[in-house]
């Protein structure tokens, strides 16, 4: 399994921006499929974005599609999450996984496809 490493959560006011990364160590992120997750407090972690092992192919949740957008840097191991406009109900801590059981181009939102996590980093969004 490939080990996964979050990081660039923080606090930022409404409507800010945050780059979050996922590195990949033990293994490159060539060969898997990746995702990025959020739990609030109290709620059930969800799923915010995915990619596909081609790097090309994303999905998005419906209430992040347009703010977030979801990237590969193979050369780096590193998967990112560019999240612009955020709002206070985007505060969660921010999970990344990665899947080697997707075909190249499928992407998914279903959480038990996904065999490596990461340990979360948090996002605050307040005024």
């Known amino acids: 399994q490939v080990q996964l490493a979050e990081s660039g959560g923080g606090a930022v006011q409404p409507g800010g921006s945050l780059r979050l990364s996922c590195a990949a160590s033990?293994?490159?992120?060539?060969?898997?499929?990746a995702g990025w997750f959020r739990q609030a407090p109290g709620k059930e972690r969800e799923c915010v974005a995915a990619?596909?092992?081609?790097?090309?192919?994303?999905l998005y949740a419906d209430s992040m599609k347009g703010r977030f957008t979801i990237s590969t840097d193979n050369s780096k191991n590193t998967v990112f999450l560019q999240m612009n406009s955020l709002k206070p109900e985007d505060t969660a801590v921010y999970y990344c996984?990665?899947?080697?059981?997707?075909?190249?181009?499928?992407?998914?939102?279903?959480?038990?496809?996904?065999?490596?996590w990461g340990r979360g980093t948090q996002v605050t969004v307040s005024s």
């Open positions: 996984a990665a899947s080697r059981r997707l075909a190249y181009t499928d992407t998914t939102c279903y959480q038990d496809v996904y065999e490596s």
């Open positions: 033990g293994r490159t992120f060539s060969g898997y499929a």
């Open positions: 990619i596909a092992k081609d790097g090309g192919t994303t």
